[in-house]
């Protein structure tokens, strides 16, 4: 099981989301974060234009089965990239344990629908 | 204590006027003046609109602009001055500023003869009229009318001092400084007895009482006071709320229609045509600003529209009684020019922490407003005013006189009271205060709450 991790723009979030649906990834959880880098976001206070060194972004996160690893990347590779610097990173960890609290499920299993 | 006997009101032979000069003393059959209905009806809704412009107007104006930590504290401020500063007015500010003394100190200051109000008749006439002389209003509506005005020229400044002052020092402050710099000032220029008054100098809303005064207090607090501790070196922080900037300063100008129209003391031509002006130097003011956000910074923003609007009344509130449209399509231009540069360029390179404009704004816009009525009050509007352009220089010196009388007063007056509550209460908040944010340190509350 891995964790993947992607910070991406506000603007490719929903696109990003869909291509994750088309996967088959649909359990995830993001939040909208403040961070900074490259990318600069500048802004105009009474005729002055400053920079407060701080940018928007959402934060993705969920666990997959390690079958799924390669095409939860290439699925928000794809939709999240725009060639402009700010474009985000994707995160790759190792996942020791997942288990899921209303059936008690371990591992793998606990990762999918059983239908 | 003995009061001397007041002859206002009913005698219509030394009526004491509001920046008119004494009409013709006695001539024959001068009707005894009367409540009018009209009139009064008028300037209780206009009294209501100015205290609308403090709460909520300035508060919401001021309160979007700063860090969510503070909010609390600007709204709260705004909020205790309508309170104390009523108080106050009632027990005897109204009679210090628009009262009569006697001895050498009648020029400067009012005595105490209308302290608690006392004398003044629920039937009494104001002795204090612009455009009619007969068909007046309440004396209590007028007390009520300015008490709103006393109530929002401190509030004023707290935009100068906001996100770094502690609440006891500001309200301490606040309170001393009605008492000693607004009510003296307003005496000068709107009592019959003030030394500004009989020099001839017009302000017909308070573009010096109000505006330069504490636009003047304010620089003087920013620079006392010292900067705040932002982060990274910025000396901006983005504002918490734009959209209460925006509701803010919409108030602003819906409450300015009172402040401005409501300062003829009637509802007649001189009211219409100071709204008129009110609202044309607004329009011109905020679209001037925006079209310099938009060709400097590429970007027209809200905060500068709403900030151009707000500049244009403060600049068009000294004239409002004295220009026609024309006059106030260029004031409200041009004030914008010279609030921008001031607030973009000329701020940051002197680097003093006006935080939020009230200099920039109210002060520079002031100052503008009461040079501009020197030089465009048209006799086409009262006919016993004119300005340099409409031949009479002289008006123009006078309102300099009155400018730089004020601001030498209020800067003095706010230096040593300043001291004063630094010395013995404090008055600038801590650096943990600061940083902790001041809603949490001051009021143990916190603006949004947003877990549930």
Known sequence: MKKIEAIVRKSKFEIVRKALHEADIDFLSWWEVKGQGTAKQGLIFRGVAYDVNTIDRVFISFVVRDINVEKSITAILKSAYTGESGDGRVFVTQIDQSIRIRTGDHGD????DKK | MVLPVLTFAQDTTAVVAKAVEAIVPAVAAT????????????????????????????????????????????????????????????????????????????????????????????????????????????????VLFQCMFAVITPALIIGAFAERIKFRGFLIFSVLWAIFVYNPVAHWVWSGDGWLFKLGALDFAGGTVVHINAGIAALVMAVMLGKRKLPNGQHITPPNNIPFVVIGAALLWFGWFGFNAG?????????????????????????????????????????????????????ITPAAGFVGVGSAIIIGLLVSVFCFFMVSVVKGKLGYDDSLDAFGVHGIGGIWGAIATGLFASPLI?????????????????????????????????????????????????????????????HNEIAYNESE
């Open chain 2, 31 to 142: 009707p005894e003046p009367f409540i009018s209905a009209g009139n009064t009806a008028w300037m209780i809704v206009a009294t209501a609109l100015v205290m609308l412009m403090t709460i909520p107007g300035l508060a919401l104006f001021y309160g979007g602009l700063v860090r969510s930590k503070n909010i609390l504290n600007v709204l709260m401020q705004c909020f205790i001055l309508t309170a104390v500063i009523s108080l106050e007015w009632v027990v005897f500010g109204y009679s210090n500023a628009f009262g009569s003394s006697t001895g050498f100190l009648a020029p400067y200051i009012g005595g105490f003869d209308w302290a608690f109000l006392n004398g003044i008749g629920i039937n009494d006439v104001s002795p204090y009229y612009i455009s009619q002389a007969t068909e007046r209003i309440p004396h209590l509506v007028f």
């Open chain 1, 109 to 112: 299993e606990s990762l999918y």
């Open chain 2, 263 to 315: 300062s003829g003391l009637a509802a007649d031509g001189l009211a219409a045509s100071a709204f008129l002006v009110t609202h044309i130097a607004a329009a011109s003011a905020a679209l001037s600003w925006a079209l310099l956000d938009w060709i400097i910074n590429k970007k027209p923003t809200v905060v500068g529209i709403s900030t151009g609007a707000v500049a244009g009344l403060v600049a």
């Open chain 2, 382 to 442: 009262q006919s016993a005013y004119s300005g340099a352009f409409a031949g009479n220089s002289k008006q123009l010196g006078i309102q300099l006189i009155a400018i730089v009388a004020t601001i030498i007063y209020s800067g003095v007056l706010t230096v040593i009271l300043f001291k004063i509550v630094e010395k013995t209460l404090g008055i600038r908040a801590t650096d943990e205060e600061e940083t902790a944010g001041l809603d949490i340190t001051q």
